[in-house]
């Protein structure tokens, strides 16, 4: 009589297991685990067998599980604090789609830079939550006490457009003093001499990048800016308006141009110019920094510098997650820096004078 064939695991609503994958792609639950894991040092042929039995099982690894069971928690931390929502969202949607790759997950968490124990915060955090890795967003990044806060939790990190601290962590960036230069050239090739500028937070050293790559332009060109022309923003849409009320205080005596830079920003400039009449372009042509989504959105649409914030949060987890694969010491782990493109998006808010 022959004995009964061995059953298939069942694909039903039932919760299937890591056994269950192991019994249908006929390998070790440790393989499993290895390919659950993006772990290298597997066999295509069975990396896809694996893949194959786990799709038709409908299986999920356990988080909870997978880090009891391990020395990583599949945890990336995203530590940030920054007024502007798209940024914060594009910066959410790199890491996330970059960590699911590797069956990882975000914890996003903002802080307060300006809050005195900012750096009792970020080491309570460390302590109460494992996390593999940290990515630390502007101002973060470039604060001595976080970075302390970080190190001294022993949690590997990387920063996002740094500005202080040189060497002291990996690191992805994009030039932003060559973007506000070629975007200042963009305006000075039209025709414009007078061009007003609005700086963003003082805290952050990318407004400091973009205003030396204003300066520099204009320096160039012999058309340095009275400190008129000058005005303090915050990144935010409120302070874009202030500093448009600031611009615009003598009406017969309007720049013909005004950078703000950040697109948050001239879109207070371009809301302020609206309330007293003043057209743009025509009469003011107003450009931005970062291609956030409302520079389609207002009228007339935005020129900008595209900053690839997605793909620069991305480029972090990647390499966070790259170190996190290597071997656990990784003593000559060499990616530490990586530079993105940007790009000049002519659109209808500026025009030739």
Partial sequence: MK???????????????????????????????????????????????????AARLHYRPNLLARSLAGSRSFLIGLLYDNPSSSYVIDLQQGVIERCRQSGYHVLSEPQDSL????GRAIASLLATIRLDGVILTPPLCDMAVVLDAVEAAGVPYV??????????????????????????????????????????HPEHGSSHRRYDGFIKAMHEAGA???????????NSFASGLEAAKALFMDAGNL??????????????????????????????SVVGFDDTPGSMIIWPHLTTIR???TDLAYAAADMLLSRASADEDAPNFSDTRRELPFELVMRESAKAV
């Fill in 307 to 309: 900053q690839p914030v």
């Fill in 115 to 118: 809050a005195p124990d900012i």
């Fill in 255 to 284: 720049p013909t141009a005004i950078f703000a830079s950040n697109d948050e920003m001239a879109f207070g400039v371009m809301a302020y110019a609206q309330q007293t009449g003043v057209r743009v372009p025509d009469q003011v």
């Fill in 159 to 200: 920063r996002v457009s740094p500005s202080l601290f040189p060497g002291r962590s990996a690191l992805v960036e994009m030039d932003d003093t060559q973007a506000a230069y070629e975007m200042t050239q963009f305006l000075l090739a039209r025709g414009h001499r007078d061009i007003g500028f609005v700086r963003g």
């Fill in 3 to 53: 004995a009964p064939a061995a059953k298939e695991p069942s694909v039903s609503s039932a919760v299937s297991t890591i056994n269950d994958v192991a019994r249908l792609a006929g390998v070790s639950i440790k393989t499993v685990s290895r390919v659950m894991n993006d772990e290298p040092n597997v066999r295509e042929e069975t990396r896809t067998k694996v893949k194959e039995a």
């Fill in 224 to 234: 340095e800016p009275h400190s008129r022309r000058i005005a303090q923003g915050f």
